[in-house]
């Protein structure tokens, strides 16, 4: 392609819309347009990577043995409605669009697929003879994010490679699990990017396990906790560890003592001469069902640890037949304005201990269940002598017992955050560290929920008619383009792994009026290209200069300059990563690239 015809715009000052590098660099060089909140125009240098990522990840997973197809993205409320996910997905998350149609039909644009393709199971997979099966299809998905940024890292709109896979039984759902857990892994490692297979959380849905494909990058939103040996790494949302030891408490007798300001750990820790291991710790929480309950949480834990919300949520959906609903929706330290709306008396806010009185909640609020819930993380449940709240500002008690002074909490529960620095249970000797990832992937062992939830059955060898085992499969191959920008840049722009870059050279003319410049620059555009590298050629009427730096910009591996050298049947050949330079004898440039590549 040549540049002079090409829609070719790019930036020198960084947009206004972007925060983090990859975004600012892919809209100055021109890859995409913003058209409305995450929603993009992937513009041909763009599409050119997007389309070789898709390349690979079919590559890969048709190698599993996986199957290609196309699912329509608008999907009938009903088949949501079996599922149970149409009212918290348009309504209580709100993540989905809706729409009714001429028809007064409720329709979706697809989120995701699992309903329609369990559809098509039940429809169409009658026998044990026609398992396993894995079908997979490259869409743009929908989704209305509730904080949708940084580009194609968070759209409304983007593009996934989503696949399912249906089975007689879970052991062939774990042996197609750990396919596409090796096909993910080559995917990323032929896209040129640095990543982590971490443990993650699967959520209210349970099943035995899922895993999370990281490219390690600061920008990151997930945190991933590791151990240097390689044995471990998961998401904080599931990490485990141990927690560090308790330091015996010295207050062998019950007594209430005045700490004034001491509404913190630290600050009481500081007061007291006391470690935080010896506090216990009762943190609020409010919790939001799908059927609009809400429950307030008390949740009792060793005061050197922190409450992990994700695994609190799965706690608390464990919870929700209790009360009529069947998921969370949302989890929330109630501010102020919360409290306002039950709080029958100003809270004692600091100093908060496991039994405070029910008579804090009005009665009569709407919606609202008049009692506290109380659990009790197990950290906090070995505590002897331990220092807590008193419900009375300024005030706390040392010397406290479970079942003498504070009745232990109904239920106990293991909500504790792993942290960075904790020991490792595989192996005490290793201490978790901390990166940041982008979760590109996600591969999941479904079970059997949407599947029992829509009837998809099928008749195993005994003639028994059962539900099938699903698994589902996802990457998300435009946060991926971004990710690799995110891992991959410098000062002057972009730095493509060769695999995903859009072309993988560009024959730069400083002055397209040296006809010697030109005759040899086309002759070497046409060769590259006849051999099988791509390549663009920079023939624009514009300053040497400015075309390096698009160049740069761009991020094409490999630029040709047709200059000064030329006098000596030479051209400049530079490697974009290293900006290394060399002389290179025009006959010998199309079997050097073919070597670098
Ligand atoms: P996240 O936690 O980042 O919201 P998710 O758990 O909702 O992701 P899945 O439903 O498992 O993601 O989707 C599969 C993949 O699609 C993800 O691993 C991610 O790479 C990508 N993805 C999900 N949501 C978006 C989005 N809003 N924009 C771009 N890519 C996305
Ligand atoms: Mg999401």
């Known amino acids: 392609m040549r540049l002079s015809q090409m829609l070719f715009v790019t930036l020198r000052e960084d947009p206004a819309e972007a925060e983090i590098p990859s975004h600012k660099l892919l809209l100055r060089a021109g890859y995409m347009r913003r058209i409305a909140s995450g929603v993009y125009a992937y513009l041909p240098l763009l599409w050119r990577v997007l389309t070789k990522i898709s390349e690979i990840v079919r590559d890969e997973l048709n190698a599993t043995g996986a199957q290609e197809c196309l699912l329509p993205q608008l999907q009938p409320s009903e088949l949501w409605k079996e599922s149970g996910r149409w009212d918290t997905y348009t309504k209580a998350e709100g993540i989905m669009f809706s729409l009714i149609d001429r028809r ?20 169409m997979i009658r026998s044990y003879r026609q398992l396993p099966l894995n079908l997979y299809q490259i869409q743009t998905k929908f989704r209305d994010e509730i904080r949708s940024r940084f580009g194609l ?121 006391c470690s935080p291991t010896q506090i216990v710790k009762n943190v609020l929480y409010q919790v939001t069902y799908d059927n ?68 804090y909640v009005q009665s ?18 070995e505590l002897k002598d331990f220092i807590t709240g008193s419900n009375e500002s300024g005030y706390h008690t040392v010397g406290g017992n479970w079942n003498q002074e504070y009745a232990l909490p109904e239920r106990v529960v293991d909500v504790r955050e792993a942290q960075v620095g904790d020991r490792a249970v ?12 982008i979760e590109i992937g996600h591969i999941f062992q479904l079970g059997q929920k949407y599947s029992k939830a829509m009837g998809a059955t099928y008749t195993a060898e005994s003639g028994e008619e059962l539900p099938l085992w699903m698994g589902c499969y996802g990457v998300g191959v435009s946060r991926l383009a971004q990710a690799a920008v995110e891992q991959s840049y410098d000062k002057d722009g ?36 006849a051999a099988g590298v791509e390549t663009l050629l920079d023939d624009r009427d514009e300053r040497a200069g400015v075309k390096f730096k698009d160049a740069d910009l761009v991020g094409i591996p490999f630029r040709i300059v047709t200059g000064r050298s030329l006098k000596n049947g030479k051209v400049e050949v530079v490697k974009r990563a290293t900006q290394d330079a060399q002389d290179i004898a025009l006959s010998e440039v199309v079997s050097t690239l073919l070597s670098w590549m």
Not at 244 to 257: C, G, M, Q, W
Not at 426 to 437: K, M, N, T, V
């Open 104 to 123: 007064e039909q409720e329709m979706g644009l697809g989120p995701t697929h699992e309903e329609v393709i369990t559809a098509i199971a039940r429809d």
């Open 153 to 273: 890292m968070r759209g409304r709109e983007f593009i996934m490679k989503d696949a399912y896979s249906f089975h007689a039984d879970e052991d062939s759902l774990k042996q197609t699990y750990n396919d596409m857990y090796t096909a993910y892994s080559n995917i990323l490692q032929r896209c040129g990017l640095e990543f982590r297979a971490v443990d993650a959380d699967s959520g209210a849905i349970g099943g035995s396990g899922s895993t999370e494909f990281m490219v390690l990058a600061e920008a990151g939103e997930d945190e991933v906790l590791y151990t240097e040996d390689g044995q471990y790494a998961a998401n904080i949302e599931k990490a485990i560890s141990l927690p560090a030891d308790v330091v015996p408490s010295t207050f062998n007798t019950y007594e209430k003592l005045e700490t004034p300001n001491t509404p913190t750990i630290q600050t009481l820790a500081d007061f007291l001469e």
């Open 292 to 359: 609009s309950h809400q429950v307030l949480v008390l949740i009792s834990i060793r005061g050197d640890q922190d409450v992990n919300d994700t695994k609190l949520q799965n706690e608390l959906s464990k919870l929700a037949d209790r009360y009529g609903a069947s998921t969370v929706i949302t989890l929330e330290v109630p501010d102020e304005a919360a409290q306002g709306k039950w709080a029958a008396k100003p809270l004692p806010l600091g100093y908060i201990a496991p039994d405070l009185s029910d008579d």
């Open 364 to 381: 009569g609020v709407k919606n609202l269940e008049p009692k506290f819930l109380r659990l009790v993380d197990e950290t906090a449940v």
């Open 426 to 437: 595989h192996d005490p000797e290793q201490i978790l560290q901390s990166a940041r990832g």
């Open 494 to 529: 972009i730095i493509w792994p060769i695999a995903i870059a859009p072309y993988q050279a560009i024959v730069v003319v400083p002055n397209i009026g040296d006809d010697a410049q030109m005759k040899a620059a086309e002759q070497l555009y046409a060769d590259l290209n």
